[in-house]
């Protein structure tokens, strides 16, 4: 039988349970720290954490869907990638992390999901220097109303572009996330969806997502270098392109092409594929809303591979 315990703190007045399992689940969700599964509001990061007090770490975030961490093996390459780039060491083995994902999500009970995890540098008295101490890894299984984004894949969104004030390795998935904020909340003030960042004249990608604009039966998408996350959706979405008769062009383009272009849309994990429809005030891509459009197929193609995994 399920024991009911009252919350403190953030999730104040929720009733977490705890399973058979042992586990503490809510309907907020369950999450993961030192070593053990804990409730979403429970104290558990000690001030001395390196996450904490120099974003020193890397994250990823998976969706679920029906129960399966979608593209695990493509998530876990990229948080491997991106530890190797900061040269974190991991305690864990590559299956015994897949292992934990997968014990998370049962334990959490839910079906349609988001799986965020980070890797700090460890639990030590501050300093900058490398530690000699363990990594810490936090986990966090939250369920998701896919109505909302659901909203957005149909009506599409409003954008402004903003400078790109991001460091030059943006290809890795740094826990520092400040330019991605402060950019994000300029577009809310500004009364739209979200931002597209632009790099010395360049088009790179969206507060948390990549971008791509469809012309002429070419879908084009900034180069996965250094100056972008290179996105797992991206990543599948170039190689539904040529089943549903798009060219791709990986090379670097301007603001002034993607106003022009038939559409526009941004790719992400937790959005799917999206179209843009106002870019600065401007109507931009509205060809995207079409049924029969490139976007719209790149959409159902992209739901195709969720379902037969
Ligand atoms: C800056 C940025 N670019 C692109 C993406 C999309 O990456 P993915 O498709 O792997 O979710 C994200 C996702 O959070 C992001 O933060």
């Avoid at 997968?102 to 700090?120: K, P, T």
């Avoid at 996330?177 to 009364?191: E, M, V, Y």
Wanted: proline share 4%; net charge negative; with cysteine.
């Amino acid at each position: 039988m399920p024991i009911e315990t009252e919350q403190k703190g953030a999730g104040a007045g929720a009733v977490a349970t705890q399973n058979e399992k042992g586990a503490t689940q809510s309907a907020d969700g369950i999450g993961y720290a030192r070593g053990r599964f804990v409730a979403l509001d429970e104290p558990v990061i000690p001030i001395d954490e390196r996450a904490h007090q120099f974003g020193d770490g890397i994250y990823e975030v998976i969706r679920v869907y029906g129960r399966r961490p979608h593209l695990i093996e493509a998530h876990l390459d990229r948080f491997e990638r991106s530890a190797a780039a900061i040269s974190l060491a991991q305690e864990r083995t590559r299956g015994e992390l897949a292992q934990l994902i997968d014990d998370a999500i049962e334990r959490s009970g839910f079906s349609e999901a988001q799986v965020y995890f980070q890797l700090s540098r460890g639990i030590v008295k501050r300093d900058h220097p490398f530690p000699a101490v363990p990594s810490h890894l936090t986990m966090t299984v939250r369920p998701i109303d896919d109505a909302k984004f659901q909203g957005i894949r149909e009506r599409g969104q409003r954008m402004i572009l903003a400078p790109d004030i991001r460091w030059q390795w943006c290809y890795i998935k740094s826990l520092n996330l400040l330019p991605n904020i402060l950019t994000k909340q300029k577009a809310l003030d500004a009364g739209v969806n979200d931002a597209i960042f632009v790099r010395d004249g360049w088009v790179t990608e969206g507060t948390s997502s990549n971008v791509g604009f469809i012309s002429g039966g070419v879908l084009h998408t900034h180069p996965a270098d250094e100056h972008i996350l290179h996105g797992i959706t991206r990543q599948v979405v170039l190689s539904l392109a040529g089943q549903i008769g798009l060219r791709v062009s990986e090379t670097r383009f301007t603001p002034e092409s993607l106003m022009a272009a038939d559409e526009v849309f941004t790719m992400s994990t937790v959005t799917e594929i999206a179209p843009v429809v106002e870019i600065d005030g401007q109507f931009v891509g509205q060809a995207a809303l079409a049924d029969d459009s490139f976007v719209r197929r790149l959409q159902r193609a992209y739901r195709q591979t969720v379902s037969v995994h």
